[in-house]
């Protein structure tokens, strides 16, 4: 072969790469597990109907990332932010709806696996909600039924607190001592069962390993982890161990990467622990004690923090790892997207926004991943076990 050929063949073969992962993300239904952005609708009053030049997602983004099936994540934290954790969980819900209704041409609320598909055809993005903790319950299987009525499709069975009825993984791993029980109680188990019974995914993210192995001994339906990566390569405490991995595969679930710079890279979660240990107060002192002013001093330490990470932030690459490395120990089947855009401090470089899903194909027709598959991994997987839990 003349050389000079040689460059010309890698560039055809290059276009011709990209034109491949252009179509499958565009014929793929392509469903992200986990967004936050409600948060931001709900407290700041941000309206997403236009394109934003802050936050991570909006209808205009969502198209340019070829993004079809969203779950919203419905969440408040370890306080009330009103009069009761599930007023604040209808809150959230009551913005998604109005949100909704202001731009009918573009969403459509989704309560079942049937109606996801036509959403898709008429080119609207297909809107579903998640609650992101069992303390928006309040103990009560009536405020869980209510839920669902207002469209829940998943519940997480702790956010990074716990309840009286489930122990979280925050707790299992942090704060052990201060747990009165571990895993879930007759009445956790009670929860699982309704789920199961009403058709709401039970979502085994953010829950302590005892808590996970209830919930799937429990339940009788396929499980969702809505937002976690893989221990083995970045072992933190909100990420999947193999053998909770095997035990999804094995109930036929599926598990939901997401793309947290500290929950995918082990050098990142790393130095954010050094920092975190006693490397900040030993800064902040010495910033106090060259500025004399603690305003002063806090912008400066937040500048030193920013510059230290921004450093360390991982690749698409890296992310593309998570979902190889379950691919390699259970298959194509149990694997997912979940990001948790709006929700973290720090994405990988390049995906900064939901513009940026079509990267990760790009990235798995790169590796030599087969149409089939990446249907699976982009939305596939997810839409089996929305089948399997609510049709
Ligand atoms: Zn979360």
Known sequence: MKKALVPLLLFVSFISAAQSAKTIHRKAIVVDTHNDVLSSLTLKG?????????????????????????????WTGEKPRGKSFYLDANEEIDSLKRLILRNYNRMAEITSYRSVKRAVKKNKLACLMGVEGG???????????????????????????????????????????????????????????????????VDVSHVGEQTFYDAIATTTKP?????????????????LKDDQI??????????CINFYSGFISKAYAQRQEQIDGNERKRIQDSLFAITKDSAQMRRQWREYYRTEMEKLRPSIADVVDHIDYIVKLVGDSYVGLGSDFDGVSSLPVGLD???????????????????????????GNVLRVMKANFN
């Open 353 to 379: 926004d939901v513009t940026t899903y079509p990267k990760i194909t790009a990235e798995l027709v790169r590796r030599g991943y087969s149409k089939k598959s990446i249907k699976r991994i982009l939305g």
């Open 246 to 255: 095997k035990a999804v595969a094995r109930n036929k679930g599926v598990i």
């Open 223 to 239: 499980v969702l982890a809505s937002h976690s990566s893989v221990w083995a390569l970045c072992p933190v405490f909100r990420n």
């Open 46 to 74: 941000i309206d997403i109907s236009h394109r934003q030049t802050q936050g991570q997602s909006d209808l205009d983004r969502w198209k340019e990332g070829g993004l079809d099936v969203q779950f919203f994540s419905i």
């Open 135 to 201: 303390h928006m319950i309040e103990n009560d299987l009536a405020n869980l039924n209510a839920l669902y009525l207002r469209g829940m499709r998943y519940l997480t069975l702790t956010w990074n607190n716990s309840t009286s009825w489930a122990s979280s993984a925050m707790d299992e791993t942090e704060h052990p001592g201060d747990l009165k029980q571990k895993g879930l109680t007759e009445f956790g188990k009670q929860v699982v069962r309704k789920l199961n019974e009403l058709g709401v995914m």
